[in-house]
């Protein structure tokens, strides 16, 4: 995707050949700031801070962090200590975990002397495969928006989004939003409702950011207002991200999800999940099993933004003394999902579904 008029990618390796660099996305949309990760701990502050946030870029991220580790310290231990340290920082997405599990597999059955070379080339193959696989996503889900284009008679296919699955909480392309970009490169009139997505406005601070970046018409509009434009027969479709999605179907994503899935099984908009291979959790029956992160009060409490003198700065918007709960993601049940948009294709939101795409998995997800 496009960051000021040049294709680029959230997650890259440095000239030095060994630090890795990354957007901090916590100073985004008002500050475009580039890090050098140069030790795993730097990794695990990026992957907890949220300055690499998505679960396909936070998989990716700790990958890199992995070969970072083993540039200092190759032995076992090391092995084990890192993807140990760097699993703890998020515990609701998926892709953390299995891109820990994968590099580690790669690494176990190697001398210590190429772990070091065979991390980094591994890190890399992951983030390939991220783009190649987010493409895909992309070309499958664009034939829905295509359909509905085609009974618009030439009107824009107004698509609502919620938090930020685009190509910052990806490596490019991303999930939700690549169906979009394939239909906006492609001259398919589409205009993106782009949900706030409080507390922390990544809709509002990514979102429409690479949205503009990349030329797409869209609105921000607040959480509270996606339930509305459906009753007013302006929401054609939805689609979100989604941090896992278990064996039966159900769908962890950024808090707020279930509601617009609520609102869109009632007007019957189509409600669509897309997501990677990566993102399917087949040893977790169903969302009730997973864990929801439960983030800081102050993000409830406070707003970030931008002052009239320029400063980024952020702002209490309750009364002192105020406390506040911050679940950082509520689950979907399948039955509110209309389908799953992957890079093998369109499935439903069931275990029969996914199983029809990924039939290997059988056995995981008996």
């Not at 906006?184 to 009139?189: N, R, S």
């Not at 339930?227 to 159900?250: C, K, P, S, Y």
């Not at 992957?342 to 056995?363: H, V």
Request: some cysteine.
């Amino acid at each position: 995707m496009k960051l000021d008029g040049v294709p680029s990618r959230t997650i890259w390796l440095e000239p030095d050949g060994w630090s890795v660099g990354i957007i901090d996305q916590t100073l985004l949309p008002h500050k475009l700031v580039r890090l050098s990760l140069k030790t795993v701990e730097d990794a695990a502050r990026a992957i907890k801070t949220m300055q690499v946030r998505g679960a396909p870029l936070i998989g990716v991220t700790a990958a890199y962090g992995v070969a970072l580790a083993m540039r200092v310290d190759t032995s076992d231990a090391s092995l084990a200590r890192s993807v140990a340290f760097l699993g703890e920082q998020r515990p609701t997405a998926i892709n953390l975990r299995w891109a820990l599990e994968d590099i580690r597999s790669t690494l176990l059955p190697l001398a210590p002397a190429v772990r070091a070379a065979a991390a980094y080339a591994r890190a890399a193959e992951l983030a390939n495969d991220d783009v190649e696989t987010c493409r895909r996503i992309g070309v499958n889900g664009l034939k829905l928006i295509e359909e509905i284009s085609k009974k618009k008679s030439g009107r824009p296919v107004n698509v609502l989004t919620h938090c930020n699955a685009g190509w910052l909480a990806c490596v490019d392309w991303g999930t939700a939003t690549s169906p979009i970009y394939h239909a906006h490169d492609a001259g398919i009139p589409v205009h993106v409702w782009v949900d706030e997505t409080r507390p922390r406005n990544q809709g509002a601070a990514l979102t429409a950011f690479e949205l503009l970046q990349h030329g797409v018409p869209h609105s921000l509009i607040a959480d509270n207002a996606g339930g509305h434009f459906m009753q007013t027969g302006e929401v054609d479709l939805v689609i979100v991200g989604t941090d896992r999605v278990t064996a039966n179907g159900d769908v962890a994503n950024k808090i707020g999800t279930y509601l617009k899935a609520l609102a869109a099984h009632d007007m019957q908009v189509p409600f669509y999940v897309a997501l990677p291979y990566s993102t399917i959790d087949w040893r977790t029956e169903s969302g009730r099993e997973i864990p929801i992160e439960e983030r800081s009060e102050d993000e409830v409490l406070r707003v970030h933004g931008k002052l009239p003198d320029g400063e980024v700065s952020s702002v209490l918007i309750a009364a002192e003394g105020t406390h506040a709960r911050n679940p950082a993601f509520d689950v979907t049940p399948s039955r509110l999902v209309t389908g799953f948009i992957t890079e093998r294709g369109l499935c439903a939101a069931s275990r029969e579904g996914l199983l029809s795409l990924y039939p290997e998995k059988t056995n995981a997800a008996a």
